[in-house]
């Protein structure tokens, strides 16, 4: 069963509350599908009555809020939080309540979408120079003598 949770939108304000990434990038909370279940572990007979652990999903590959640049960086990714489908999925379980499971499970996809936030910088391939070439010309010179005195025949009695 997915719910798609809304609680903090004003009913009297026209604009859905957003989870910001950065000064130029939020999330609609629409774009974000939260679902309650039972967390694992200890916990008493709370863990057992109530659906605390949160199961938050975002849509990488269909989100408006995202520029093609970033999409493509964050799809590229190899994590294991992300769907063949393009879709992130974190699992929060860490805290007793409800709320603050929420607020884990945000400030993690925050955080993942601000880590590929800047774009690498490409490799520009240099040359050698000319010292460089030749330390490593006389490196090769000097291993090659030693390899070479260790031939069948030289010996230490000599």
Excluded at 22 to 31: H, K, V
């Amino acid at each position: 069963m997915l719910v798609a949770v809304n609680r903090h939108a004003n009913p009297g304000s026209m604009l859905e509350p957003m989870l910001a990434i950065s000064p130029t990038i939020e999330l609609q909370e629409d774009e974000l599908v939260e679902r309650f279940v039972r967390a694992s572990g200890p916990g008493g007979q709370n863990v057992n009555k109530v659906a605390t652990a949160v199961e938050l999903r975002f849509d990488v590959k269909n989100s408006p809020s995202l520029a093609e640049p970033l999409r493509e960086r964050l799809l590229a990714r190899r994590d294991r939080r992300l769907t063949d489908d393009g879709v992130i999925v974190i699992s929060a379980q860490r805290f007793r309540t409800q709320e603050r499971n929420r607020e884990d499970a945000r400030q993690r996809l925050t955080a993942l979408i601000q880590s590929v936030l800047v774009a690498p910088k490409k490799r520009i391939a240099t040359k050698p120079g000319k010292a460089a070439k030749e330390r490593r010309l006389t490196g090769k010179r000097e291993r090659s003598q030693v390899k070479r005195g260790r031939g069948s025949g030289w010996s230490h009695e000599a």
